[in-house]
């Protein structure tokens, strides 16, 4: 049975609006944990548009789950990360013009970055996801370059506009799914899943876990946090 990982950012974001300390990244995370998620998952971008060291220091402290640390392969964030010690980072790509992740990690241009930033991770006791699309040759460079784990990219298959574009979307992250575990990767998934589309994957075996955040987040603002996450953990069980 797959896990589910909570992304609480846009928590942070929301009290980023004002600059002030509510409502906060950290309380949300003993929620989500109380109501049934996996882990929780933060991203410390170079901008730090609303996740901040403080929040990370805190969860280190407090999360009694897993805490999972997206960041950019950047000698500022490795080093973060080696003092604050997450049990798993995910290594994604950043923008300083983008609204949330675009996309994997592109690792044939990326190659040298990626894989010192994995060795030094892993050397500090870290095991390390890299997120990439859903590309067989993106899976096949993650294995080589030694990462633990890949999360594969379901945004093209998520906003997809045609039944056409969602299965010829969905049959790509399959078969990476189906690569990465054959290649003995942990294989988890995210980005733009919601409550209608994760279904699709029921009986998916090769999926260990799912990240998800902003439709988690969106329907807690309506009914509340605790039962937005115990919605998921159940469509999930379910799978």
């Not at 392969?73 to 604050?84: D, H, Q, R």
């Not at 096949?140 to 010829?168: K, M, S």
């Not at 799914?177 to 409550?195: C, E, F, I, R, S």
């Amino acid at each position: 049975m797959p896990g589910l990982a909570v992304n609480v950012d846009h928590v942070a974001t929301l009290r980023e609006a004002r600059k002030i300390n509510i409502p906060d990244p950290v309380t949300a995370a003993a929620i989500v944990e109380l109501a049934g998620a996996d882990g929780v998952v933060v991203h410390l971008r170079e901008d730090r548009r609303h996740i901040q060291d403080r929040d990370v220091q805190l969860l280190r402290k407090t999360v009694k789950t897993k805490l999972v640390l997206e960041m950019a392969a950047t000698p500022e964030t490795i080093a973060i990360a080696l003092e604050i010690r997450p049990d798993l980072v995910t290594l994604v790509p950043e923008r300083r013009e983008e609204l949330t992740t675009e996309g994997g990690l592109d690792l044939l241009s990326q190659k040298n970055a990626v894989t010192d930033a994995i060795h030094t991770l892993q050397g500090g006791g870290i095991p390390v996801s890299i997120f990439v699309d859903p590309d067989l040759d993106q899976i096949r460079l993650a294995h080589r370059f030694d990462a633990n784990i890949v999360e594969i990219h379901t945004g093209i298959f998520c906003d997809a506009e045609t039944p056409q574009q969602r299965t010829e979307a969905f049959e790509r992250v399959l078969s990476c799914a189906k690569l990465a575990h054959k290649l003995k990767l942990g294989v988890n998934a995210g980005h733009g899943l919601g409550y209608e589309t994760v279904k699709a994957f029921k009986g998916i075996s090769e999926i260990d876990e799912f990240s998800i955040g902003h439709s988690i987040i969106a329907r807690a603002v309506l009914v509340g946090l605790d039962r937005a996450v115990r919605d998921m953990v159940a469509l999930i069980n379910g799978l």
